[in-house]
């Protein structure tokens, strides 16, 4: 055989143009070259089509990853959009139990007015609505504080991809 062995892999070009010693007993020389034209034909084409393949599966892993990173966009915006509703509804709570606590202190300083006219002055204030609201306050700082935590964990986690499967 006149081929080179290197013994790394061998080529299509290689296949093609192997010649080898005409011996007596032999194979035919024609049909030899034209198995080692068909073989190497199929190396050629089995080369091309592994490499269509790998411009494939980066094109379908740039689709997969947009499709993900839109997916993410999706979930911040709704998020922020969820966060948005819950700071706006505990300001509303909050406005209504001030509201609520004013009119009541109003109240009782109209009514704390009239004994104080008719009796000692008390030095009294609604102390217990204050410290409702106060408590209020802080009960829904805690949970919006725990929403958006669990929130920012969940994006933390969409950043993530996985880990790809062995082959």
């Known amino acids: ?10 080529s299509p070009s ?6 080898f010693y005409v011996v007596e007993s032999g ?3 024609g049909a030899v070259q034209h198995f080692l034209q068909a073989v190497s034909a199929q190396m050629e084409a089995d080369r091309a089509q592994i490499e269509a393949q790998k411009v494939n599966t980066k094109d379908e892993m740039v689709k997969i990853i947009s499709q993900a990173q839109v997916l993410a966009e999706k979930f911040v915006a709704e998020a922020e959009e969820y966060s948005k509703d819950l700071v706006a509804s505990a300001r509303t709570q909050y406005s209504e139990i ?12 109209g ?3 009239l004994a104080t006219t008719a009796a000692a002055p008390a030095n009294t204030t609604p102390i217990d609505e204050i410290e409702y609201v106060r408590t209020y306050t802080k009960v829904a700082q805690v949970q919006l504080r725990a929403v958006i935590d669990a929130l920012a964990e969940q994006v933390d986690r ?5 880990a790809s499967p062995p082959r």
């Open 98 to 109: 001030l509201r609520r606590a004013e009119e009541s202190a109003a109240k009782r300083s």
């Open 1 to 10: 055989m006149s081929t080179t062995s290197h013994g790394g892999r061998i």
């Open 158 to 162: 969409l950043g993530d991809t996985p």
């Open 27 to 29: 194979y035919d020389t």
């Open 14 to 19: 290689e296949v093609s143009n192997a010649t």
């Open 111 to 113: 009514s704390q007015a």
